[in-house]
């Protein structure tokens, strides 16, 4: 059975870091694009980064771009968001999700081109 499961949210300040985990299980992990994606309350769930089957090319959304760093351990079947410089611009509950797609085969933000989604982790950032 496919299992994404996230880890490592929490509450910061601003200025903080988090580093979130999303660990899979249940299908050939190295063989697919991973996504971040976040929605903030009221507002629609938006890609944040992605990161190709060989960690060989990676995308970031403009407004996390400097600040936070996909990667990925295809030993540990592990996705990661290094998130630095934390502002509350930022709170929201954080996604993974995986796709069989190629990183540039279609769009990061299209949601309905990934084939698994987590059950998302909670980022709250204070002023």
């Known amino acids: 059975q496919v299992q994404l499961v996230e880890s490592g949210g929490g509450s910061v300040q601003a200025g903080g870091s988090l580093r979130l985990s999303c660990a899979l299980s249940?299908?050939?992990?190295?063989?697919?694009?991973m996504g971040w994606f976040r929605q903030a309350p009221g507002k629609e769930r938006e890609v944040v980064a992605a990161?190709?089957?060989?960690?060989?090319?990676?995308y970031h959304a403009d407004a996390v771009k400097g600040r936070f760093t996909i990667s990925r351990d295809n030993f540990k079947n592990t996705a990661y968001l290094q998130m630095n410089s934390l502002n509350p611009e930022d709170t929201a509950v954080y996604y993974c999700a995986a796709r069989s797609l190629g990183l540039t085969a279609q769009p990061v933000d299209v949601m309905t081109s990934y084939d698994y989604w987590g059950q998302g982790t909670q980022v709250t950032v204070s002023s």
């Open positions: 249940g299908f050939i992990f190295s063989r697919y694009t």
């Open positions: 990161i190709s089957w060989n960690a060989g090319s990676t």
